[in-house]
């Protein structure tokens, strides 16, 4: 432990001061050209009349200098560094050009461009209809998930600054956007409003997606993803969605890592005949106990298997219709910081989706329908619960379980107008129902004699409906986005006990809630000089509570680590944020970095305190039940991400993040509060994108800012490294390897649930050998 001590200190002295550097170095540019720099500028016009087309997106590809026409059609590219390029041209309604460009030292390149008029390209719809949404976001590309073992989607994000992961068990890890969990940030896969089945948060809407599907992942910090949903904060997932161009394609990947023995192999084949195509896939993982840094072992077994299917026509070239279902099966799932494990999860999920694109006023029409339906059983059959224990009450063994489910039905439409030069306007309507119910029972294992049967989830049935209006339009050299969304909630459970009316202190006509939720949010990008941008951001959003904070009878919560027991509150008022994002970019040369600064108020805020006269339902779970409440809260924090290209093909990468936070109605730290971190990395890529090798190390502070009287407990810091390594093989194969935990460290995330009976903190895997080989024909 005392070299990776002397690491931890070398990062938290010395590290920050190499990251200020690379900012200062940015900050200090004049506006002389630098030598090995030049400057591409021009303009852009309709080649129909020659009028100037002002938004047009002008990037050079591969790199991160880009920018937008202003009214004039007039663009600037400056400081790019000398070499040769391709400069990309596009915009909604226009063909897309590429074009060479050599840029010269210490000269300009001077462009003319004319745009031809064309219907929206089906492909490119996703990334033109919602970039806007994505202003202050981060996001995980597909080649990031590639090159790493991932066995449960969560663990995909762990690089993403500004988020940390919650491990209760071998799978589901959940993860925290800014100190907001659990359904304060809402989850959309492949635009469906998804929600996990278990009533303890067992599986997160990631659970039940296999990595292999996943195109891309972005998370979006803040109440500006509205036209996605309501949500405090926004995780929007997309599967495969390519459309074949040959008659026949597909790959076949499989993987393996030495620690907990986990194996996966996951493959698709796809193709098109004429208007018609089609994607069929599947994928089968397991994995077994994992062994920590200090040698102990950590259960962590489990078994998954998935097929999908994604089917489609082309009726005309503008036009789309595709359907897509999928099944999931995953069985015997440990859960260390729960009361009891995972028997089962079934997941069937079908969406069908339109899209047609015009030349007019209106740009694009979207329509989508959905459901998926998942089953959940939790026993406590390897669980302490399930052995007589004569020093426990009760001392005889116990036999737990708790079948849940949950079915959702919804859809969307929306349309994306474009009514003059300049301005894009996306409106849309969208809606769901969803229904969960869960049954605990509880009975003596020895004599099978009934003990008591409690009602989780009532037959809740939650139906919201929304509507947004999103403009956004560039004036001068600032894009500015403005959205505003109205929800409407409604929710009611089918049956509760008087037990439950009883120790809610509530009565049966404060069951029946309805909810109007409004939110709005302005975003605006401003190039401020030649190296420099401002990204900021406010609004506000609201969200209501989850059926567990108001019709929950004693189960567990993601906002205890010790798996305390929590009653509902049915009339808890919906929870409010008030949000602004202040962010300034540096590009110059072969240096891109952005700092970002933010502050949150939480207008009845959902937290919790202690409920001294509800008594426990199950044994061995802490004595101290906890009751929703409303309260205030306020959060700020900051994030920096940072890249420098010191020679072509090697990278240097660091990042970081600080989050503070505050319960002031309780008076003590936000419960779930993640330490500080900061990551360094370089990579090598010569050449093309499968021959590379990275190394990285994260560094995470110690916390000692917790909520005493809720049982959060403080965390050591630790440091990390990893190892990863990419080469491409004849005929069409490709390898993947690496080492994660190259230290073998022995730490455990400070969000980590804790071992419900010896009560202590679950640890991550420590040094684990991966390789993964994938062939592509």
Same mark, same amino acid.
């Not at 990776?4 to 550097?21: E, L």
């Given at each position: 432990m /005392?070299?990776v001590?002397t690491?931890?200190r070398?990062?938290k002295?010395i590290?920050?001061?190499?990251?200020v550097a690379?900012?200062?170095?940015?900050?200090s540019a004049v506006p002389t050209v630098a030598q090995?720099?030049g400057?591409?500028?021009g303009?852009?016009?309709a080649?129909e009349?020659g009028?100037a087309l002002q938004?047009v997106?002008?990037?050079?590809v591969?790199t991160?200098?880009?920018?937008?026409?202003?009214?004039?059609?007039?663009?600037?590219?400056?400081?790019?560094?000398?070499?040769e =390029?391709v400069l990309?041209?596009?915009?909604?309604?226009?063909a897309?050009?590429?074009?060479?460009?050599?840029?010269?030292?210490?000269?300009?390149?001077?462009?003319?461009i004319e745009?031809?008029e064309?219907?929206v390209?089906?492909?490119e719809?996703?990334?033109v +209809?919602r970039?806007?949404?994505?202003?202050?976001a981060?996001?995980?590309p597909?080649?990031?998930?590639?090159?790493?073992?991932?066995?449960?989607l969560?663990?995909?994000?762990?690089?993403?600054?500004g988020l940390?992961?919650?491990?209760?068990?071998?799978?589901?890890?959940?993860?925290?956007?800014?100190?907001?969990?659990?359904t304060q940030?809402?989850?959309l896969?492949?635009?469906?409003?998804?929600?996990g089945a278990?009533?303890?948060?067992?599986d997160?809407?990631l659970s039940?997606?296999?990595?292999?599907?996943v195109e891309?992942m972005?998370?979006?910090?803040?109440?500006?993803?509205l036209?996605?949903g309501g949500?405090?904060?926004t995780?929007d997932v997309? !599967?495969?969605?390519?459309?074949?161009?040959?008659?026949f394609?597909?790959?076949?990947?499989s993987g393996f890592?030495?620690n907990?023995d986990?194996?996966?192999?996951?493959g698709?084949i796809?193709?098109?005949?004429g208007?018609?195509f =089609?994607?069929?896939?599947g994928?089968?993982r !397991?994995?077994? $106990?994992?062994t920590?840094g200090?040698?102990s072992s950590?259960r962590?077994?489990?078994?998954?298997?998935e097929?999908?299917?994604?089917f489609?026509?082309?009726?005309?070239?503008?036009?789309r219709?595709?359907t897509?279902?999928?099944?999931q099966?995953?069985?015997?799932?440990a859960?260390?910081?729960?009361?009891?494990d995972a028997? =089962?999860?079934e997941?069937?999920? /079908?969406?069908?989706n339109y899209?047609?694109?015009?030349?007019?006023v209106?740009?694009?029409?979207? +329509?989508?329908?959905y459901? =998926?339906?998942?089953? %959940?059983?939790?026993?406590? @059959?390897?669980?302490?619960?399930a052995?007589?224990?004569?020093?426990r009450?009760p001392p005889?063994?116990?036999?737990?379980?708790?079948d849940?489910?949950?079915?959702?039905?919804?859809?969307k439409?929306?349309?994306i107008l474009?009514?003059?030069?300049?301005?894009t306007?996306?409106?849309?309507?969208e809606?769901?129902?969803?229904?969960?119910n869960?049954?605990?029972?509880?009975?003596r294992?020895?004599?099978?004699?009934?003990?008591?049967?409690d009602i989780?989830w009532?037959?809740?049935?939650?139906?919201?409906?929304?509507?947004?209006?999103? +403009?956004e339009?560039a004036?001068g050299?600032?894009d500015?986005?403005g959205t505003?969304r109205l $929800?409407?909630?409604?929710?009611?459970?089918?049956r509760?006990?008087?037990?439950?009316?009883d120790?809610a202190e509530?009565?049966?006509?404060?069951?029946?809630?309805t909810?109007?939720?409004?939110?709005t949010?302005?975003?605006t990008?401003?190039p401020?000089?030649?190296?420099?941008?401002?990204?900021?951001?406010a609004?506000?959003?609201?969200?209501?509570?989850?059926s567990l #904070?108001?019709y929950?009878d004693?189960?567990?919560?993601?906002?205890?680590?010790?798996?305390n027991?929590?009653?509902?509150?049915?009339?808890?008022s919906?929870e409010?944020i008030?949000?602004?994002?202040v962010?300034?970019?540096?590009r110059?040369g072969r240096?891109d970095?952005?700092l970002?600064?933010?502050?949150?108020? %939480?207008?009845?805020?959902i937290?919790? #305190?202690?409920?001294?006269?509800v008594p426990?339902?199950l044994?061995?779970t802490?004595?101290?039940?906890f009751?929703y409440?409303?309260g205030?809260?306020?959060?700020w924090?900051?994030e920096?991400?940072?890249?420098?290209?010191?020679?072509? /093909?090697?990278t240097?990468q660091?990042s970081? @993040?600080?989050?503070?936070?505050?319960?002031?109605?309780?008076?003590?730290?936000?419960y779930?509060?993640?330490?500080?971190?900061?990551?360094?990395?370089?990579?090598v890529?010569p050449?093309?994108e499968?021959?590379?090798?990275?190394?990285?190390?994260?560094?995470v502070t110690t916390?000692?800012?917790?909520s005493d009287?809720?049982?959060e407990?403080?965390?050591d810091g630790?440091?990390?490294?990893?190892?990863?390594?990419?080469?491409?093989?004849p %005929? /069409?194969l490709?390898?993947?390897g690496?080492?994660?935990?190259l230290?073998? !460290?022995?730490?455990s995330d400070?969000?980590?649930?804790?071992n419900q009976?010896t009560?202590?903190?679950?640890l991550?895997?420590?040094r684990?050998?991966?390789?993964r080989?994938?062939y592509?024909?």
């Amino acid at each position: 432990m /005392g070299e990776v001590y002397t690491m931890y200190r070398f990062m938290k002295n010395i590290a920050p001061g190499i990251v200020v550097a690379l900012l200062l170095l940015g900050l200090s540019a004049v506006p002389t050209v630098a030598q090995d720099t030049g400057h591409v500028v021009g303009e852009v016009l309709a080649a129909e009349d020659g009028a100037a087309l002002q938004g047009v997106n002008v990037s050079l590809v591969g790199t991160m200098h880009g920018t937008a026409t202003d009214a004039e059609g007039r663009f600037e590219l400056r400081n790019v560094p000398a070499d040769e =390029y391709v400069l990309e041209v596009s915009s909604v309604g226009y063909a897309t050009i590429r074009m060479p460009v050599a840029v010269q030292a210490g000269e300009s390149v001077t462009l003319r461009i004319e745009l031809q008029e064309v219907a929206v390209d089906l492909d490119e719809l996703q990334v033109v +209809a919602r970039a806007a949404d994505r202003r202050l976001a981060t996001s995980v590309p597909t080649e990031a998930l590639d090159e790493q073992p991932v066995q449960d989607l969560g663990e995909g994000l762990r690089t993403l600054t500004g988020l940390n992961l919650q491990r209760r068990g071998a799978l589901g890890l959940d993860p925290n956007v800014r100190g907001l969990t659990g359904t304060q940030v809402g989850t959309l896969v492949d635009g469906m409003r998804s929600f996990g089945a278990g009533p303890a948060r067992m599986d997160t809407p990631l659970s039940h997606i296999d990595p292999s599907t996943v195109e891309r992942m972005s998370v979006v910090r803040g109440p500006y993803a509205l036209t996605l949903g309501g949500t405090l904060s926004t995780l929007d997932v997309r !599967t495969r969605s390519r459309v074949p161009d040959r008659a026949f394609t597909g790959r076949l990947t499989s993987g393996f890592s030495s620690n907990r023995d986990a194996a996966d192999v996951d493959g698709h084949i796809m193709g098109r005949t004429g208007s018609v195509f =089609y994607d069929i896939g599947g994928a089968y993982r !397991t994995g077994n $106990d994992y062994t920590a840094g200090d040698g102990s072992s950590v259960r962590a077994d489990f078994t998954s298997a998935e097929v999908r299917g994604r089917f489609g026509i082309e009726p005309t070239s503008t036009s789309r219709l595709t359907t897509t279902v999928s099944y999931q099966d995953q069985r015997d799932i440990a859960y260390v910081g729960r009361p009891l494990d995972a028997e =089962y999860f079934e997941t069937v999920r /079908g969406t069908v989706n339109y899209r047609q694109t015009l030349s007019g006023v209106v740009q694009v029409v979207e +329509a989508q329908a959905y459901a =998926y339906q998942t089953l %959940h059983r939790m026993t406590n @059959d390897n669980k302490p619960t399930a052995e007589p224990d004569p020093d426990r009450m009760p001392p005889f063994p116990l036999d737990i379980s708790n079948d849940t489910e949950i079915a959702t039905v919804g859809g969307k439409t929306s349309a994306i107008l474009q009514p003059s030069n300049g301005l894009t306007l996306d409106v849309g309507l969208e809606g769901y129902t969803a229904f969960r119910n869960a049954t605990r029972i509880r009975a003596r294992r020895d004599t099978g004699e009934l003990l008591g049967e409690d009602i989780v989830w009532g037959g809740v049935r939650t139906t919201e409906v929304g509507g947004f209006v999103q +403009a956004e339009r560039a004036i001068g050299s600032a894009d500015i986005t403005g959205t505003a969304r109205l $929800d409407l909630v409604h929710m009611n459970p089918d049956r509760v006990s008087q037990g439950f009316l009883d120790r809610a202190e509530t009565s049966v006509d404060a069951l029946d809630q309805t909810d109007a939720l409004w939110s709005t949010a302005v975003s605006t990008s401003i190039p401020l000089t030649d190296v420099l941008s401002l990204t900021a951001g406010a609004g506000t959003a609201a969200r209501a509570p989850e059926s567990l #904070e108001r019709y929950g009878d004693r189960m567990g919560s993601t906002r205890s680590q010790l798996g305390n027991e929590f009653m509902g509150a049915p009339s808890l008022s919906p929870e409010r944020i008030w949000q602004s994002d202040v962010g300034l970019s540096v590009r110059r040369g072969r240096l891109d970095a952005t700092l970002t600064g933010f502050a949150r108020y %939480h207008e009845d805020y959902i937290t919790f #305190e202690e409920a001294p006269d509800v008594p426990s339902a199950l044994p061995m779970t802490p004595d101290e039940v906890f009751r929703y409440v409303n309260g205030e809260a306020l959060f700020w924090g900051a994030e920096l991400e940072a890249s420098y290209g010191i020679a072509r /093909g090697v990278t240097l990468q660091a990042s970081a @993040d600080y989050l503070w936070g505050r319960d002031i109605t309780l008076d003590e730290a936000a419960y779930g509060v993640a330490p500080a971190s900061l990551q360094l990395g370089a990579r090598v890529q010569p050449m093309g994108e499968h021959l590379f090798l990275e190394g990285s190390l994260r560094g995470v502070t110690t916390q000692t800012r917790v909520s005493d009287t809720r049982g959060e407990a403080m965390t050591d810091g630790y440091v990390l490294g990893n190892l990863r390594l990419g080469l491409p093989l004849p %005929h /069409g194969l490709t390898l993947r390897g690496g080492i994660e935990n190259l230290f073998n !460290t022995t730490y455990s995330d400070h969000l980590n649930a804790r071992n419900q009976f010896t009560r202590a903190p679950i640890l991550e895997p420590g040094r684990s050998v991966f390789i993964r080989l994938r062939y592509a024909f």
